[in-house]
């Protein structure tokens, strides 16, 4: 498949490098040529310096023509619509355009892109947000991922001293009937796919899938019963992410917001509901201030400053000083292990979200929601299986499913449900697929 990228920043690299592993065909656009360079010496890919004065000779130049997917991921959201529009026009399959403007989001503005040949808008702040939302409703997990609203939930929790389930073989905790069950462990820097000779062990990280009445039921089960319901926030940095959030606060939860500079301050009061939202024009990374506005009666702390370096800091620091939920920023792919390492509660990375969601347009299958699970280096996904399909042919024991990837769940006639190898998989059905070491297109095979 062929895929065209447009801007070598943050968001372009970390799609070039992923595409560059699954061995797609990509040619990468931007008119800096010192990062088409470096992106050279690191991924196999083809380059084309752009001009601005020749956009229409640039994509000629990437084969526009013969693209099946073109992304636009420049720090400029009108040049990424137009360009989107024209690589439509010139031939290209489908296309992608970032913006970083809400409105754009709007779906009656987005039915207009779509008939203009902007096959899907990605708007990282929003994405970025409605992780972090969900990311509070759950003090007590680190990552939380909803099927069909919440039907299914994979939780990312670190196992304590608490957890009922430490140290005991899996054969003897998982029953078929089991309403919940683990579908991968992080140890140290290793990915563990379960066996029923696996045991867990404290300070392992561990994905856990289960239904939406059984979720109240982990937090008693993992020992996190001390874990508070949110109800105070705070947050440093008053930019576009920070924005997003507190205006997807649910009902009964209050913000205060960090920023440093008084024009931005200004421009946040009018931005959000001041009877939920406080703006204080002053440094959150400051131990002092942050006690004067009373941290301590926080439930949660969420860094989203544009330094990684500082919003790791300041979450230890809130750590410290009592806040249990911590959250944290982090652009920069290098400090994602640092941060990990760090025992910060709950990591947020754009680029990552950005790249989940533009990957599964790679797919031919019935799939949709996939993320990339970072701290395990894994893909989660929902797939549809249809008539005829080889997923629906056998027990799910005797499919020859790859040991590298794992049948979580399925929902079916609106009703979730946890699989094992007695369940047979049936048209219709939506099935949670989580992959680690293996290309997500080889599992995308048994749902065609």
Sequence with gaps: MKVIIVGAGAIGVHLADLFSKIKQD????????????????????????????TPIKSLKDAGVKNADLFIAVTRDENLNLSLCVLAKSMGARRTVAKVENVEFTDPQIIESFQAAGISSIIYPDNLAALDIINGLQLTWARQRWDVHGGLLTLLGIKVRKGCEILNQPFKSIFKPDSPYHVV????GTSTIMPSGDDILIDGDYVYFMTT???????????????????KNVIIVGGGKTAVRVVNMLPNGMKAKIFERDSRRCE????????????????????????????????????????????????CMTAKELGVRKTIAMIENMDYVGIAGNADIGTIINKQALT??????????????????LMTVNADVAEF?????????????????????????????????????????????????????????????????
């Excluded at 347009?361 to 799939?367: A, I, T």
């Excluded at 005797?398 to 040991?403: A, I, K, R």
Aim: with cysteine; hydrophobic share 40%.
């Design 212 to 230: 939406r009445e059984f979720v109240p039921n982990m937090q008693h089960i993992m020992g996190k019963d001390d874990y508070p319901t949110v």
């Design 267 to 314: 421009e946040l009061i009018e931005l959000v509901d001041t009877s939920r939202v406080m703006v204080i024009n002053a440094d959150g990374r400051s131990v002092a201030n942050l006690l004067e506005e009373n941290i301590k009666s926080a439930q949660a702390f969420i860094a989203l400053t544009g330094n990684a370096e500082a919003n790791i800091l300041t």
């Design 26 to 53: 990509i040619v990468i656009i931007d008119d800096d040529e010192e990062k088409l360079e470096r992106i050279q010496a690191d991924c196999d890919l083809m380059t084309v310096h752009a001009s601005s004065n």
């Design 355 to 372: 790249a989940s969601h533009i990957y599964q347009l790679l797919l031919n299958g019935d799939v949709r929601n996939i993320r990339n």
């Design 384 to 448: 549809t299986a249809h008539s005829g399909s080889r997923i629906t042919r056998n027990k799910v024991r005797d499919l020859g499913f790859p040991p590298e990837a794992e049948l979580g769940g399925l929902v079916r006639n609106g009703k979730g449900m946890l699989v094992n190898g007695n369940t047979i998989i049936e048209p219709g059905d939506t099935v949670v697929v989580f992959c680690h070491g293996t290309d997500i297109r080889r599992i995308e095979k048994f749902f065609i």
């Design 184 to 187: 991968a462990i992080k140890r």
